[in-house]
């Protein structure tokens, strides 16, 4: 793709824990505030390199509570638990939208093998 991505559009739902980026490719998601909280960029989530990951547990009550621009490439998510160490560029919330099913399912799997159980999952038993 040789034009650069770039949002065109960035909501935060604060009652639904929900925000929504649209860009300039035609491309929307809505991003559950937990989504974007246990799969942050920062070192605290990540790590300090592959494999390093750390489980983030009990964040689905999480919400955020401000959004700030970073330069011309990225925003800063503030959350509601302190969490505000990680920068998400655009190619990494585009990417995070793109790989939503995937990544949540991952999650969902991670969080049962560790001996945790989210509150969505229980209803569905």
Do not use: C
């Not at 560029?89 to 093998?113: F, V």
């Amino acid at each position: 793709m040789s034009e650069k991505l770039l949002p065109t559009e960035i909501t935060l739902h604060q009652r639904s824990h929900n925000l929504e980026i649209a860009f300039n490719d035609g491309e929307h998601f809505n991003l559950p505030a937990e989504y974007l909280r246990v799969y942050s960029p920062s070192a605290e989530v990540q790590g300090h390199g592959p494999g390093q990951e750390v489980l983030q547990i009990g964040k689905h009550n999480v919400n955020i509570d401000k959004i700030e621009q970073v330069g011309h490439y990225a925003i800063q998510l503030f959350f509601d638990d302190n969490h505000d160490t990680g920068i998400f560029s655009w190619e990494t919330l585009y990417k995070l939208g793109k790989e939503y099913d995937a990544n949540w399912k991952r999650y969902l799997e991670r969080l049962k093998e560790a001996g945790h159980e989210h509150p969505a999952q229980k209803h569905l038993q």
